[in-house]
């Protein structure tokens, strides 16, 4: 199972970013998909997670401006960012809760980070 996370970059305070994460590779189930972030010299923090279900929970600091979203159908989900401020500045990470198969526990699954630069 391989996660690639795309769509970082630079942008200035106000602007918006979306953010995709692919998933690739054979899973028997998905139960979440979550971006966290990992702000310069900060800890790893959960901005927003949706489930198979398609219930969605976010982060104070997200709510209002970013937005979870999935394509089951390609296996994509995607974080879309509004109103960004210097402080969502940070490494976006896609993680995956799920199984591989019927008999396997779930696992977490991580890719690498896209990053994302707010300016002032």
């Known amino acids: 199972v391989q996660l690639q996370a795309s769509g970082g970059g630079m942008v200035q305070a106000g602007g918006s970013l979306r953010l995709s994460c692919v998933v690739t590779?054979?899973?028997?189930?998905?139960?979440?998909v979550s971006w966290y972030r990992q702000p310069p010299g900060k800890q790893r923090e959960l901005v927003a997670e949706?489930?198979?279900?398609?219930?969605?929970t976010y982060a104070d600091s997200a709510k209002a401006r970013f937005a979870i979203s999935r394509d089951s159908a390609k296996r994509m989900w995607y974080l879309q960012m509004n109103s960004l401020k210097p402080e969502d500045t940070a490494v976006y990470y896609c993680?995956?809760?799920?199984?591989?198969?019927?008999?396997?526990?779930?696992?977490?699954?991580w890719g690498r980070g896209t990053l994302v630069t707010v300016s002032s």
């Open positions: 590779g054979s899973m028997f189930s998905i139960n979440t």
């Open positions: 949706i489930t198979s279900g398609g219930s969605a």
């Open positions: 993680n995956v809760r799920g199984r591989r198969s019927l008999s396997s526990s779930n696992d977490n699954y």
